[in-house]
């Protein structure tokens, strides 16, 4: 699946969420998304598999194994479970990432990498609002569509207090949450949250909770591009075969050059996604900053799984949009995908280069 050299440690995690993903989530992923059931099962055991501390620290009580070998384990759940990867890139890329080095939230970073709590995160798009000084403050505000929004235990909020960035914890008992009804990644309890003079404990101020917004945008990113590029995957695999076995004309679908050259679209669009994310990840655990690689990565890799998936339900042809042929599932996960966080369009505002 991958076309790059593995670490001997990063081709176990491979393995070990291969056969995660075969055992666990590929069967249920259909019932799941179908009825909009979350993926708790499939959380609990990315947490006993010791997957949601892949990118923290030992020293934090996570694995220590970097953002590739997060990649590697989200791009194979992707290609199986958008919701599921979803989750794992939410708690164990985002949240995580927020939190690190920060010493009021160290108890939690242990707590997150072990799976006892399960985290959301609410990004400074939302613009919630926070008044208080000291250790804590109330939070004010609305944010339409977080992942696991009925479902988390705690909620890391981006917020703004009177000009300065603060970075704070609320749990969910302190605010009011929704379910919405999403396009895509239904099975990861997306959701509204509302703020309404919650409590919240700060983690960070000023300059280093700037620095914990900053963490989290390009851990974000990067996660997103290796879930986009699962899918992408999971729908170059899923078409390839159908055009195989489908007859039209007297010989394979595969065979028709029109079909053929989609295919190989689909396919030259998802190396050139796995390059980029790849190469951001790499960054990332250089220490080095990712932040244009992430968001270049995070473009090209879900623009590439909407196309796979698109293509997909056209060659699938009346098949395409049947529920238990899966291409119309990774169509709408990637579609949501667009939207979350920084959207792309966003993105794209902030690669322009200076006059």
């Not at 591009?225 to 394979?252: D, M, Q, V, W, Y």
Request: glycine share 10%; net charge negative; charged share 20%.
């Amino acid at each position: 699946m991958h076309n790059f050299e593995l670490t001997e440690e990063q081709q176990m995690v491979l393995e070990t969420v291969g056969k995660f993903v075969q055992d666990v989530a590929e069967p249920k992923a259909l019932e799941h998304d179908e009825h909009g059931r979350f993926v708790r099962p499939q959380f609990d055991q990315l947490a006993e598999l010791g997957m949601l501390g892949l990118p923290v620290a030992e020293d934090a009580g996570g694995a220590g194994m970097g953002f590739v070998a997060t990649v590697v384990a989200l791009e194979t759940v992707a290609g199986a479970c958008g919701s599921t990867a979803r989750l794992l890139a939410v708690q164990a890329g985002v949240c995580a990432s927020a939190l690190s080095g920060l010493a009021p939230g160290a108890e939690l970073l242990g707590e997150l990498a072990s799976g006892s709590r399960l985290a959301s995160w609410i990004g400074p798009e939302s613009g919630v609002q926070a008044t208080g000084t000291g250790d804590s403050v109330k939070l004010q505000g609305k944010a339409p569509l977080v992942t696991a929004a009925t479902e988390a235990d705690v909620f890391v909020v981006a917020a703004m207090a009177d000009g300065e960035a603060v970075l704070a914890t609320v749990p969910r008992a302190a605010v009011r949450t929704a379910a919405v009804p999403a396009l895509g990644l239904r099975a990861a309890a997306p959701g509204c949250v509302e703020m309404a003079a919650a409590d919240a404990t700060v983690v960070a101020r000023g300059a280093d909770a700037e620095a914990a917004w900053a963490r989290a945008r390009v851990a974000a990113a990067v996660a997103t591009a290796a879930i986009a590029c699962g899918l992408n995957a999971a729908s170059l695999r899923l078409t390839t075969r159908h055009a195989g076995e489908r007859i039209a004309f007297g010989k394979p679908l595969a065979a028709q050059p029109a079909v053929a050259h989609k295919l190989v679209e689909m396919r030259r669009r998802l190396h050139a996604a796995r390059h980029a994310t790849y190469h951001a990840a790499r960054l990332l655990d250089a220490g080095v900053d990712a932040t244009e690689a992430a968001w270049l990565a995070k473009i090209e890799a879900i623009e590439g799984a909407v196309l796979a998936a698109d293509e997909g339900i056209q060659i699938h042809g009346g098949y395409g949009y049947v529920v238990e042929y899966h291409v119309e599932r990774h169509y709408r996960d990637a579609k949501t995908l667009e939207v979350l966080e920084d959207g792309l369009e966003t993105l794209r505002d902030r690669l322009v280069a200076p006059a």
